[in-house]
């Protein structure tokens, strides 16, 4: 060994680079692995204290796993792409309270308690779109969100019980602070037999919350569910803790369509198609 080597194994002051990326991979923490250079300069050049240079490494570790776990989060989420309360037009649904949709988004209380939100509507009223929106902000918010059309999800608790796995696959739901069942209404007559969404409804009772969206107002839930008195067992416990919007509109995309076509009407007559004057 030469004397550099010496003096430098015993300059308490000199850290071994490769080593402390080595013990900050063990540690899991990569943010401070690929920062703790950069960060460590500007302490020396601007004189922070030691803490100080702690305390920022250990900020930007505990942001970048926030971000990470958000973005698993949506991924598991299954939302609907680009649907999102921003670009959700009030107006179109004057009978459903912004105010009351933003508390929905905020989550806290009603999944805390495990209580439900039911939303109604005709088809194109815009139920999917908001529940999608609620169920992204939900996750942005930090909860755990699983948007799933009912058929699909019954079809997997039924592949579950098959292979004597339904205890197992309704406990993994549990991970999730909001299941959102789209379209009940089309749940199957043949996968109504089975009980498995009653079960999922009663194990999730006054604990998980759910958010259901349906064309009807409980008018079809019979053929949803193996007899009368589940289906009623199931409505009884779903409205008991509910939020429930009423979406009693026109499809918007019916609406939106009529709109267009309104305005292309009203444009100045150069810029009027020929099938528009002769139109009506
Ligand atoms: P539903 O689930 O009630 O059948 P959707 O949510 O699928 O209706 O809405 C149909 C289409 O219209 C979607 O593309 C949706 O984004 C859009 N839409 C519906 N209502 C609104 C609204 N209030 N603001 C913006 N887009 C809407
Ligand atoms: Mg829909």
Redesign the pocket.
Known sequence: MTDTDNSTATDPNKVDAVKLSLMLTELRLPSIKQLWQTFAERSDKEGWTAARFLAALAEHELAERDRRRIQRHLQEARL?P??TLA???????PMISKAQVNALAAGDAWLTQGANCL?F????????????AIGLALVENGYRVLFTRTTDLVQRLQVARRELALESLLSKLDRYHLLIL??IAYVQKDQAETSVLFELISVRYERRSMMI?A?QPFGDWNKVFPDETTAVAAVDRLVHHATILE?N?E???RR?ALEKTGRKRGRPANFATEKNSGSD
């Not at 509507?121 to 999608?132: D, I, V």
């Open positions: 609907l680009g649907k670009s959700f037009d009030f107006n179109a649904v939303i509507g005709p088809p194109g009223a815009g139920k999917s779109h908001l529940a999608s789209d379209d969206t064309n979406m509109v499809s918007y995309r939106a």
